[in-house]
């Protein structure tokens, strides 16, 4: 998904179409780009499970992941994490400085700052979509430099994760209370806030979608196509809200699936 997003905002930032890519000389870029991020990603990702180990043998839905099923050792976990992040970032290096400097803050303040926020407060999430906001950003950035396209791009993926990851924790909530984290979803058993904070934020998810749209001069097809998918999920969020449930939590987060890849089929299109 960081790979789709990091797509979606490095064809947006080609007004003269994606298949400048091939014929302009972005061909290279755009390679070394999308490798350096899943490298990062990646690394990022492995690196959350060495630091959360102990805490992922106590939920259900981690529980199989490699270090606690005893696949890999937390050393080996830890060793595969930092060859994967350097070996990223030292791809981006030939992309931009900018991009690289922007791929660096985003695994450092994903493990430093948001994997141990976890244990301390709910608005470890709000800062935690930071970092899977930036990739996008990034993809803008090594194909046309910094703008308000890279902003807003930005702003779509991290409104995006919101609802996407507040249904997850409600769904997951009784896994979260036992492994000690001191999500939304665990502290209001009513889930009253939980819903509430899943239908603001894609109330602003369906805003920056269009901003978006309006700032590549995006087709009516993009803006139609982008538009109903955040309407659906704002529809969702709604329904969730209206009902508590397990169907309807489920419903959110497909919802959520389908605009992501929609966006990412939307950008490209939009572009062709």
Not at 194 to 222: D, E, K, N, R, Y
Request: proline residues 4%; aromatic residues 14%; hydrophobic residues 55%.
């Amino acid at each position: 998904m960081v790979a789709l997003s990091t797509v979606a905002g490095y064809a947006l930032a080609l007004p003269e179409g994606i298949f400048s890519v091939f014929t302009e000389g972005h061909g290279g870029r755009f390679l070394a780009t999308l490798m350096g991020t899943l490298l990062t990603s990646g690394g990022s990702g492995a690196l959350n499970h060495y630091a959360e180990w102990s805490s992922d043998q106590l939920m259900l839905r981690t529980r199989q992941r490699p270090i606690p099923a005893g696949v890999l050792t937390p050393y080996q976990g830890l060793l595969w994490g930092l060859v994967l992040c350097f070996l990223g970032l030292g791809v981006l290096l030939f992309v931009d400085f900018l991009v690289l400097l922007l791929a660096t803050l985003t695994v450092v303040s994903y493990i430093v700052v948001y994997t141990p926020m976890k244990r301390q407060t709910p608005m470890a999430l709000y800062v935690g979509a930071i970092p899977g906001a930036a990739p996008a950003a990034g993809g803008w950035i090594a194909a046309s430099g910094l703008g308000w396209g890279a902003v807003l791009v930005f702003l779509v993926l991290y409104f995006w994760q919101l609802p996407h990851f507040l249904a997850l924790s409600w769904l997951y909530r009784k896994d979260y209370a036992q492994a000690g984290f001191p999500m939304t979803a665990v502290l209001d058993q009513s889930g009253k806030r939980v819903a509430w904070q899943i239908l603001l934020t894609s109330l602003i998810l369906l805003g920056v979608t269009f901003a978006v749209g309006h700032v590549v001069q995006a087709s009516l097809g993009f803006m139609g196509g982008i538009g109903l998918l955040g309407i659906w999920v704002l529809w969702e969020a709604f329904s969730f809200l209206r009902q508590l449930s397990f169907t309807s939590a489920r419903r959110v987060l497909r919802s959520s699936y389908a605009y992501l890849l929609g966006f990412v089929a939307f950008a490209i299109g939009a572009r062709l």
